[in-house]
């Protein structure tokens, strides 16, 4: 062993395994796709409530992932350490609507093709799922599910609402009915024929009707 060796260190030699260009290039890239994968979640979010700190997560999301595969791809060893150290990691946060999980995969899948070097790849690619979730989600459908809660006398003007809602709606399906003395509610799935919701107010006004209301709904409705 010479006097060099005892001072030589593995660590400084990590620091030239990548070069400063290669890591510029790679962390601008992966923050503007993270900010156009926002964009995107930003235009297509069809949820209740917005979050930006979600929108916020995605382009984080896409640079981490990005600094990490460089640094994996840079050293076989460091490799194998990260993979165990990230195995133990839990994530408890709940996805509220089932298409951020998409965004979540693409934002992580835009940090590791980046970090790869196929930057083609991850820059057209992302431009088409931008595009094609553009398109799908924002698309305007009329047949929207809504959930129209009725509060009526009795039979009689059950049978009166349920005919009038009939004329008005494409699909119409009882999801729920309880009755009290004197007393009815039901809770009725519907379908739209177009996006004019002017007949609640007219179903308020008939004979008997207590109360209407009309709630848009995911399809998700248990009862």
């Known amino acids: 062993m010479t006097f060099n060796d005892i001072f030589k260190s593995s660590f400084l030699e990590n620091v030239t395994s990548i070069s400063i260009l290669d890591m510029a290039i790679a962390m601008v890239l992966a923050f503007a796709i993270g900010m156009f994968i926002f964009l995107v979640y930003k235009k297509t979010y069809q949820g209740v409530m917005y979050s930006s700190s979600f929108g916020v997560t995605l382009v984080a999301l896409s640079m981490i992932t990005t600094l990490v595969i460089l640094a994996v791809t840079s050293n076989v060893v460091l490799s194998l350490g990260m993979v165990g150290a990230l195995s133990i990691v839990r994530f408890r946060a709940a996805i509220?609507?089932?298409?951020?999980?998409?965004?979540?995969?693409?934002?992580?899948?835009?940090?590791?093709?980046?970090?790869?070097?196929?930057?083609?790849?991850?820059?057209?690619?992302?431009?088409?799922?931008?595009?094609?979730?553009?398109?799908?989600?924002?698309?305007k459908s009329y047949l929207m599910p809504?959930?129209?809660v009725i509060n009526c006398t009795g039979h009689e003007a059950e049978v009166k609402a349920s005919d009038y809602?009939?004329?008005?709606?494409?699909?119409?399906?009882?999801?729920?009915?309880?009755?009290?003395?004197?007393n009815l509610e039901l809770n009725i799935e519907v379908r739209l024929k177009e996006d004019?919701?002017?007949?609640?107010?007219?179903?308020?006004?008939?004979?008997?009707?207590?109360?209407?209301?009309?709630?848009?709904?995911?399809?998700?409705?248990?009862?």
Do not use: C, H
């Open 165 to 182: 809602i009939k004329s008005k709606v494409e699909r119409f399906v009882v999801k729920s009915k309880s009755a009290q003395k004197g």
């Open 96 to 139: 509220k609507e089932p298409l951020d999980i998409a965004f979540l995969f693409w934002s992580i899948a835009v940090g590791i093709v980046l970090a790869a070097g196929l930057i083609p790849l991850a820059v057209f690619g992302s431009i088409i799922i931008g595009v094609i979730l553009l398109v799908f989600v924002n698309k």
């Open 146 to 148: 809504y959930i129209v």
């Open 196 to 223: 004019n919701t002017d007949f609640i107010n007219e179903l308020a006004d008939l004979d008997g009707i207590n109360s209407a209301v009309l709630v848009s709904y995911n399809g998700e409705y248990m009862g």
